[in-house]
């Protein structure tokens, strides 16, 4: 009798899921309703099949490593897809339809983040636009121009946002697509590293670090 009891004991040391959270370059087979989900939407340079693509003016947009640091103790489940070369508008459908399936999963919306940087934020932000109702969280990373998304002014988002970008950018502050959208939050913060639009080609801590603290504190 003592030794069931104290086999009992142990169990109720063992934790009932033992699922851990994990990197997807798809969207994923089985979704885990109580868990958290970010999904991260590149720059147009990485779109085929070159992970780790060099630009003449940025140098190397390292796809890998930006993937890896993101998730790296972040506690949720980050899918970040490779686009097919010349993705259009319609990709933006894509990821409405992922925010849908993992709503559809039991997905709370607050724990759900996209998170977009150039031209991954532009499709983020149409995608956002047509979830603003949902209630999830949303990262534009260099994306604005004059204070809107310039390719598609009139967009409303919902829910938190945040806009990071940097000083030595063409591109700079979403201030006016925040304030005409019907937000939860706002927060914006800009980041001096001297690369222009290549300051987000790498994991760098000055645009990563504030975007995984605000995921912290929204995607929950």
Not at 195 to 214: C, N
Request: aromatic share 10%.
């Amino acid at each position: 009798m003592h030794c069931m009891q104290h086999l009992l004991a142990l169990l109720m040391l063992v934790p009932i899921s033992s699922a851990a959270v994990e990197i997807y370059d798809k969207f994923p087979d089985d979704i885990h309703p109580g868990e958290r989900y970010v999904i991260y939407s590149h720059g147009m340079i990485v779109e085929g099949n070159d992970p780790k693509p060099i630009s003449p003016l940025y140098g190397q947009y390292d796809f890998p490593a930006i993937k890896q640091s993101l998730f790296s103790s972040g506690g949720f489940n980050l899918i970040a897809f490779q686009r097919p070369k010349s993705a259009d508008d319609s990709y933006a459908e894509t990821l409405k339809s992922w925010v849908r399936r993992l709503r559809d999963a039991g997905v709370y919306p607050s724990r759900i983040t996209l998170v977009g940087f150039s031209r991954g934020a532009g499709l983020t932000a149409l995608a956002s636009n047509e979830l603003a109702s949902d209630g999830i969280n949303t990262a534009l990373l260099a994306i604005c121009e004059g204070g809107d998304v310039a390719q598609t002014p009139g967009l409303i988002l919902g829910g938190n946002l945040l806009s990071i970008y940097e000083t030595s950018d063409a591109l700079g502050t979403c201030g006016k697509l925040a304030a005409r959208s019907r937000l939860k939050s706002f927060e914006e913060v800009a980041i001096s590293t001297g690369k222009k639009h290549g300051a987000f080609f790498q994991p760098l801590p000055e645009w990563l670090q504030p975007l995984k603290a605000w995921i912290a504190k929204t995607n929950r």
